[in-house]
Every structure is written in C-alpha cells, then in structure tokens.
C-alpha cells in the first residue's frame, strides 16, 4: 500500500515537474520570438509517464473494487424480496377518502 502512495506523489511531482518545464519552454520561445510548434520530446515524455504512474497509483490505492454487473448485489436475495420496493409506497395519497365512504355505507 505504501508503495502505491509512493508512486501517486512520485506521478503527481512528474506532473508538476513536467507543468513548469512547459511553462518555462513557452517562456524560452517567447523571448526568442519563435513559433511554437510542439513541446519537446522529453516534456511530453515525461507528462505521459506522470500521467501513467498517478493513475496505477490511484487505481491500486483506492482498493476493491465492486462488480460492474447490476444483478451483482441481488444475486443473494429472494424473488419475493426483489418485488417488494418499499420505496415506492405511499401511505398519504387520496384512497382513504373513498374507503372511508365506503365502510360508512
């Protein structure tokens, strides 16, 4: 686990490393007034790499991971539990007026 904090702040410090190199070669080539093409090799090199490091960090620091598939957490429940959805009842709704009539009569 360690290591894999290690490799999120090593990435995230490549990717800032790689920020200010950019910002300095922009700076290089304003004062020397050409035209920017490209970054060089190495700043773009080094953004991916940071890129990819922060991003195995992250992924095996954040730790299990659940199923994708939706029926993954119904696969334990009964028929009967999966069409009861209390969600969906409401108690406050205008039928008591009706039955009240009709219990009067």
């Given amino acids: 686990m360690a290591a894999h904090k290690f490799s999120v702040v090593m990435g995230l410090l490549a990717l800032a490393h790689a920020a200010y190199s950019a910002a300095q070669h922009r700076t290089y080539i ?3 007034e050409q035209e920017f ?3 060089p090799q190495d700043i773009f090199l080094q953004c991916i790499l940071g890129l990819l490091l922060t991003c195995y960090g992250v992924v095996n620091v954040a730790g299990n991971f659940r199923e994708i598939k939706a029926s993954a957490e119904q696969d334990n429940k009964t028929w009967e539990m999966l069409s009861n959805r209390q969600g969906f009842n409401i108690f ?3 039928g008591k007026a009706f039955y009240a009539r009709r219990n009067e009569l």
């Fill in 30 to 32: 304003r004062l020397t």
């Fill in 37 to 39: 093409t490209m970054l």
């Fill in 92 to 94: 406050n709704h205008r």
